[in-house]
């Protein structure tokens, strides 16, 4: 089970995991075990998930969905398969609920009357202090 929110919550059963070797850290265990972790979601079968939030994830996840339509996640970072599914929620977690956060959109303003002087006086100042450099010429 994957928590995204206090609200969504996404089943395991809606998960697939696949296991193969790791080129990670393990000793002996490297060439004997599998504990490198797939992880794949698929985006659009999702039950718990809207429409509007499906759309969400495959516009801000689409370099990371394939054409399948399977998010995928990876971890091997860790020496025992229990510990890389773990990672591997942790972070299709993360991605799915930064994916899904409304960006507020930026309001234009006008640059403060106070800002534009001060930069024009700063300006101003370099200026003066570029002629006090200049060489004088006396007659």
Do not use: C, W
Request: cysteine-free.
């Amino acid at each position: 089970m994957v928590q995204l929110t206090e609200k969504i919550v996404i089943p395991e059963k809606e998960l697939i995991y696949r296991f193969s070797r790791s080129s990670g850290p393990g000793g002996q265990n490297v060439n004997k075990l599998n504990t490198r972790v797939t992880l794949l979601f698929h985006v659009a079968d999702s039950q718990t998930l809207t429409g509007e939030q499906k759309q969400r994830i495959a516009a801000n996840l689409s370099s990371r969905i394939s054409e399948d339509g399977f998010l995928t996640v990876v971890s091997q970072r860790h020496r025992t398969q229990n510990a890389n599914r773990i990672a591997a929620q942790r972070r299709l977690g993360e991605l799915l609920a930064s994916a899904l956060v409304i960006k507020r959109e930026r309001k234009k303003t006008a640059v403060p009357y106070s800002a534009r002087q001060r930069r024009l006086q700063h300006k101003r100042r370099r200026g003066e202090i570029k002629q006090m450099r200049k060489s004088v010429a006396f007659d």
